[in-house]
């Protein structure tokens, strides 16, 4: 008898355990991340000049493959975030605060939770007036553009749903140290297959609780310059390739997010050109890769969602047209970069606003007490070339053009893997 009341009590007790475990997973789920997910095209509906070299002044003479912008929204238990890729160069720091301000009232997201990076493709239209702009296209690409992020930021943050996110590591070495070494002994604009190189390839899905893949984010380092000046066609250049690769994989459905990691000082195996032969093969390689690591990434719910703002600002340095001994270089007053640190599970993503050379990206990453961290150029901002103390006295394109004297290399870094350790 009292065997049988004992084993009574012992089942009443398991199941009360278990409900207990049931309500505190429960719980659990209805306190993850939502995400929403939304995806445009941005090809401009006319001929418009492009971005990316001085020499080509004309409007664009075609459309050879579309531009698209992409939006990541994140609800948080306490922020919400949203990061939106664009197939473009880059934006001046005046017009992404001037979006950004845009894009808040559009999404109910607050300015300083929201991430804005372009691809740094040398294929697409400028967002930016200049004086050779003599047919005055851009102005109106401009308002086209506008129109379209705006409208693509509030449409992700209509349905968000319960994810969850996994991240997997990968490598393809479809990209070179473009600084030579040439006879006469400058560095040049080329290919170094002895320089330092980042070939990692990260990626990041994102699946709703029924396993549905909705969004992939892909982070790899290399410069858009596929294409070249001689192209007048308007190309998504690898990113764009990458992204189509993916999809036929992955589904159409599922938004698939390109960004660029520090590669001031990396370029494409292949171009610049204009064979697309060329620029569709550098895209293949980045989706063959990307599609292998997706096939075996686990993923797990997102639990929290941070975010981290910081300006720095460094002596200033008027770009030459020719290589100058340190002494030699000009002052000019003092640049900022932008620094801008998401942390959303285990994924670190570190903006920064210009083109961080790879050195100091690696630098970053392997600091990083998380394993995925990656580093995005061209975010929130355009500060000019990033250069590492080193490459001072060799000179070179980066050296001559960057708005910053030697020193920023160990402060930035520094401050990237302070605030990571914040989270």
């Given amino acids: ?126 967002p930016r007036s200049t004086d050779s702009d003599a047919t005055n296209t851009v102005p109106a690409y401009v308002k086209f553009l506008k129109e379209r992020l705006i409208a693509l930021s509030a449409a992700a943050t209509k349905n968000p749903v319960p994810v969850k996110m996994g991240i997997s590591k990968g490598e393809c070495k479809m990209n070179i140290n473009r600084r030579a070494l040439a006879a006469n002994g400058s560095i040049i604009l080329g290919r170094n297959p002895e320089g330092p190189c980042d070939h990692d390839l990260v990626v990041t899905r994102f699946d709703d609780l029924n396993n549905k893949t909705i969004a992939v984010l892909v982070n790899w380092p290399c410069h858009g310059t596929v294409s070249g000046q001689d192209n007048t066609l308007v190309t998504g250049d690898w990113p764009g390739a990458a992204a189509r690769h993916i999809k036929k994989n992955i589904g159409n459905n599922v938004v698939v997010a390109v960004t660029a990691g520090a590669s001031g000082d990396i370029n494409p195996l ?86 961080l050379v790879n050195e100091i990206g690696m630098d970053i990453k392997n600091r990083s007490p998380y394993s995925g961290t990656i580093v995005v150029t061209h975010c929130n901002g355009s500060s000019g070339y990033i250069c590492t103390d080193k490459m001072f006295p060799e000179g070179g394109y980066e050296v001559r053009v960057t708005k910053f004297m030697p020193g920023v290399e160990k402060k930035l870094a520094d401050k990237y893997i302070d605030i990571i350790h914040q989270f």
């Fill in 1 to 126: 008898m009292k065997k049988t009341v004992l084993s009574f009590i012992f089942s009443v007790l398991i199941l009360a355990l278990s409900s207990i475990v049931y309500c505190q997973n429960k719980s659990t789920d209805n306190s993850v991340v939502k995400m929403g997910v939304s995806q445009v095209n941005i090809t401009p509906p006319a001929p418009t000049v492009m971005a990316g070299y001085a020499g080509r002044t004309e409007p664009s003479t075609g459309i050879h493959d579309s531009l698209y912008a992409s939006a990541l929204y994140f609800s948080g238990e306490k922020i919400k975030a949203l990061i939106l890729t664009i197939d473009l160069l880059s934006f001046t720091t005046a017009f992404v605060d001037e979006l950004k301000a845009d894009l808040s009232k559009a999404s109910g997201v607050s300015a300083e939770n929201i991430m804005i990076t372009t691809v740094h493709n040398h294929g697409a239209p400028s």
């Fill in 270 to 355: 292949y171009g610049p050109g204009k064979n697309f032969t060329e620029i569709e093969a550098v895209g293949f390689h980045v989706a063959m890769e990307a599609n292998r690591i997706l096939a075996d990434v686990k993923t797990y719910p997102l639990k929290e969602v941070q975010t981290a703002n910081y300006i720095m600002p460094f002596p200033g340095k008027k770009p030459a047209s020719a290589d100058l001994t340190v002494d030699k270089m000009e002052p000019a007053p003092d640049g900022e970069i932008r620094l801008t640190v998401f942390k959303i599970g285990d994924l670190v993503i570190s903006g920064v606003s210009g083109e």
